[in-house]
Each structure stands twice: as structure tokens, then as C-alpha cells.
């Protein structure tokens, strides 16, 4: 498993998405732990790419084929992951996007998958998403919960419009927000008063769980 782990992360480092996609598919095959993989293989080396990155080692191109090689793994690895969730009673309705000004969505898209894996209703909104529209869907879909990633600094005060937008139409008693993203941090969501914030897409789960009162 260790040797899997590394190749995996290698993979993402040379950015190979072609051989990124084949240790995803061997993942699946040999029926290995996706958690363990995806966080301790895929998600490592990323990381990896991102310290490269800002050390000035490696360059743009170089992130972009990283993340690339990354999505490729994450596409077939994702379904299997959402299918442990898929017959149990939704507990419940989650809407979850990256802000406005921010095409992150690696880690968003992890997030997504891992509660819906635990039973959440998702309706993922995708990348660079304004303020207004998540609460827009949030009303629309009656959720419980408004999740929101910020990779950036500059992007992460859109978190903040989001709760304005709520408190203005009156929906912050019932609508729950949690945040989360490389640059926040509890400190962060106390700030702009969200309910809670996870650093990573398990801690999500239980955030998610403990401030919905379900699952
Ligand atoms: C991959 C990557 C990219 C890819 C993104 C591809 C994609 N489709 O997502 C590309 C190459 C496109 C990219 C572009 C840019 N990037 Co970039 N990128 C990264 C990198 C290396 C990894 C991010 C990632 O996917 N991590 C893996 C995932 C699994 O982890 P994660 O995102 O942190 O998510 C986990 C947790 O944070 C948490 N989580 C995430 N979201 C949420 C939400 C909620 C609600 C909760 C509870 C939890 C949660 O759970 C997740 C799973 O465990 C980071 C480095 C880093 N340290 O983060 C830089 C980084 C984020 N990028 C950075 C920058 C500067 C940029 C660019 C501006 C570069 C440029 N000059 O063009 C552009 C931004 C364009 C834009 N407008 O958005 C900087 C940001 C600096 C800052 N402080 O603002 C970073 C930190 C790199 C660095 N060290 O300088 N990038």
C-alpha cells in the first residue's frame, strides 16, 4: 500500500494523468481503501505541487498539469465513493460551490463527494459562484446547510457576502454555513460568523452532521 500511496503521488507531481488514471483504476480494481488513497496518495502529492509551486521550483504549466492528473484520478475514484451513500435516507440538503473569483474546486468537488457518500442531498454548484446565487439555491432547495470554499485570500471575503445575503432575506436562524478552504481557519469562520469550519473533506462529514442535528 505505501508503494501505491507514493506512485500515486508521483503521478500528480510529473503531472501524468494518463498513469494517474491507471493507478486510480488499480485503486478501484484491488478494491483498496479510497479514503486512504485519495487523501494519503493524490491529495499528497498536490500539496506537494502547491510547496513546489510557491518555493519557485515549479512553474504555472507544471500546477496546472498537477491538478489536471489529480482531476483525472479524482473523475473515476469519485462514483465509487458516492455509491456508499446512495440508498440510505438523504439526512440532509447541502449546497456547496466554490466563491466568486475562485476556479478551485479540487478540494470542493472531495467535499461534495464525501457527504454525499454519507447521505447528504448535494447540489454542488461548481466554481467561481456569486454570493447571491448560493443563497438563490439554498432557498430554492429549502437546504439546510450552505458550504463554501475559498482557495485564495483575496476570494475568501465572498464567504462573507454569502451570510450577508442571508441575513438581508432573513434566512441565517435556519440556513447553516460552514466554511473551508486552504487559507480559513476557525478563527476565520468566527470572524465573518459562519457556524463552523472543517480542514478537511472528513471533518466536513462530521461538521456537517453536527450542525444539521442529523445523520
Ligand atoms: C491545484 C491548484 C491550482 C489549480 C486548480 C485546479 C482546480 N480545478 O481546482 C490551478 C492551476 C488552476 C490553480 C490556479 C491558481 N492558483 Co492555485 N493552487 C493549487 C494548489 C496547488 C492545490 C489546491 C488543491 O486542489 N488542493 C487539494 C485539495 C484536496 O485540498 P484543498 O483544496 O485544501 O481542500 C481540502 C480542505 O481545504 C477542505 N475544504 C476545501 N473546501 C472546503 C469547503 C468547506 C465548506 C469545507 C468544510 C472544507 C473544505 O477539504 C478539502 C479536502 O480535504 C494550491 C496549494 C495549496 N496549498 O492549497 C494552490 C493555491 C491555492 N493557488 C494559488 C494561486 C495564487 C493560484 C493562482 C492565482 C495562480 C495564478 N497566478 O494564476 C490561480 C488562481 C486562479 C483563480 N482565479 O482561482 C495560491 C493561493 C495563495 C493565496 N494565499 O491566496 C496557492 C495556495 C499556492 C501557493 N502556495 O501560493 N491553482
Not at 29 to 39: G, S
Not at 43 to 54: M, P, Q, S
Request: with cysteine; glycine share 10%; aromatic share 4%.
Amino acid at each position: 500500500m505505501r508503494e501505491h500511496l507514493k506512485s500515486c503521488a508521483q503521478a500528480v507531481l510529473d503531472g501524468e494523468s494518463e498513469i494517474a488514471e491507471e493507478l486510480a483504476r488499480l485503486t478501484l480494481e484491488k478494491k483498496m481503501d479510497l479514503l486512504e488513497v485519495i487523501e494519503n496518495g493524490f491529495v499528497a502529492g498536490i500539496r506537494e505541487v502547491g510547496k513546489l509551486w510557491e518555493e519557485g521550483i515549479l512553474f504555472l504549466p507544471e500546477l496546472v498539469m498537477g491538478a489536471e492528473a489529480m482531476k483525472a484520478a479524482m473523475e473515476l475514484l469519485q462514483p465509487a465513493l458516492e455509491t456508499e451513500g446512495s440508498d440510505r435516507e438523504k439526512v440532509g440538503h447541502v449546497v456547496i460551490g466554490t466563491i466568486e473569483g475562485d476556479i478551485h474546486d479540487i478540494g470542493k468537488t472531495l467535499v461534495a463527494t464525501m457527504l454525499s457518500a454519507n447521505g447528504f442531498k448535494i447540489t454542488d454548484l461548481g466554481a467561481d459562484v456569486p454570493a447571491v446565487r448560493f443563497v438563490d439555491e439554498a432557498e430554492k432547495n429549502d437546504a439546510d446547510c450552505i458550504a463554501i470554499s475559498a482557495l485564495l485570500t483575496t476570494t475568501m471575503p465572498g464567504q462573507k457576502k454569502v451570510i450577508e445575503e442571508l441575513d438581508k432575506r432573513s434566512m441565517r436562524s435556519r440556513v447553516k454555513v460552514m466554511v473551508g478552504g486552504a487559507p480559513c481557519d476557525e478563527k476565520w469562520a468566527a470572524e465573518i460568523g459562519a457556524d463552523g469550519y472543517a480542514g478537511d473533506a472528513v471533518a466536513a462529514v462530521s461538521l456537517a452532521r453536527s450542525l444539521t442535528g442529523r445523520g
